[in-house]
């Protein structure tokens, strides 16, 4: 299971440790993925997910997941999270 969170794309970082006499060692800063259960109302459905904390609190700031979907980019989607934006835009276009 890769370390990407699926509605952000958020994934690992490589820094340093560095020591009180400056010497760096690599070493690799991981996100705080937590999986979680999102519902979506435009679907009537839930759906869980594998999400950074940060992409989390993005997704509630912005309105939930139906409106997140819409609007990111389909690259930074998981193919999971891709097949859902898809099953609310047609659910969108059918309604309209």
């Known amino acids: ?3 990407i969170c699926e509605l952000t794309g958020k994934g ?3 820094g340093h440790n560095v020591s009180h006499a400056n010497n760096k ?3 690799v800063f ?3 993925l937590q999986n979680v259960t999102l519902l979506s109302e435009g679907l009537d ?4 997910f594998r999400v950074s904390t940060h992409g989390l609190r ?3 700031h912005v309105g939930g997941l139906d409106n ?3 609007k990111s980019a389909d690259d930074k989607l998981s193919p999971r999270a891709v097949k859902v934006k898809r099953e ?3 659910k969108a276009a059918v309604a309209a």
Do not use: G, I, Y
């Not at 459905?45 to 869980?48: E, L, P, W, Y």
């Open 1 to 3: 299971m890769s370390r």
């Open 12 to 14: 690992r970082q490589v």
């Open 25 to 27: 060692t690599k070493r």
């Open 30 to 32: 991981l996100p705080n």
């Open 45 to 48: 459905r839930s759906f869980k």
């Open 58 to 60: 993005s997704v509630e």
């Open 68 to 70: 997140w979907l819409l």
């Open 88 to 90: 609310l835009a047609k």
